[in-house]
């Protein structure tokens, strides 16, 4: 990564359902090119802590977009995004493709604009798949980070689960009382 020390993360244009690549724009604030790999789009049944952020039961049927995020083409984060099935299903959501404009951008299209989100940040060491998979060296630390999306009903309509390579990371959270 570039300085490293110096890479804080907002998670704002992630979530505000504007048609854009927030990555790529973050990436190139950083003086560093950002593009993602999509690893596969399917249908599973919803783990237990998916189920719980969603609001379905564990085991539901749920849509999983699974990506890695690239740095100047190094991985930096794992990112798996849920739907509930009754929204995904027969959408762009269930195709194994890029999104143009994004994920949440589409969801406000078909009707359910994200309007409130929960994050919880935890940190732990890398599994040996996510040390292959973010190229770390053993016994190196994550973060973790939890995100759903609410609806103005407070309908759950995406779940995230992000695994970031926690050297030089910080996440800044900028609230409005």
């Not at 798996?80 to 493709?97: C, F, H, M, N, Q």
């Not at 999104?99 to 359910?112: M, N, P």
Request: contains cysteine; hydrophobic residues 45%; glycine residues 6%.
């Amino acid at each position: 990564m570039a300085d490293a020390r110096l890479w804080t993360s907002v998670s704002m244009p992630y979530v505000s359902g504007h048609r854009s690549d927030a990555w790529a724009v973050e990436a190139a604030e950083h003086g560093g090119s950002g593009t993602q790999k999509l690893l596969g789009v399917e249908e599973v049944p919803a783990p237990e802590m998916v189920a719980d952020m969603l609001g379905v039961e564990p085991g539901e049927a749920v849509v999983l977009r699974r990506r890695v995020m690239l740095f100047n083409d190094h991985p930096v984060e794992l990112t798996d995004s849920y739907y509930p099935a009754a929204i995904a299903r027969g959408t762009k959501l269930a195709e194994p493709r890029k999104i143009r404009g994004g994920a949440v951008a589409l969801l406000a299209d078909l009707g359910h604009p994200p309007r409130r989100l929960r994050e919880d940040v935890s940190a732990r060491l890398a599994t040996p798949d996510e040390q292959d998979a973010l190229r770390l060296d053993a016994a190196a630390c994550v973060l973790l980070l939890a995100r759903v999306l609410l609806t103005d009903e407070d309908r759950p309509v995406e779940a995230s689960v992000m695994t970031m390579v926690a050297d030089g990371r910080r996440l800044r959270y900028e609230l409005t009382p």
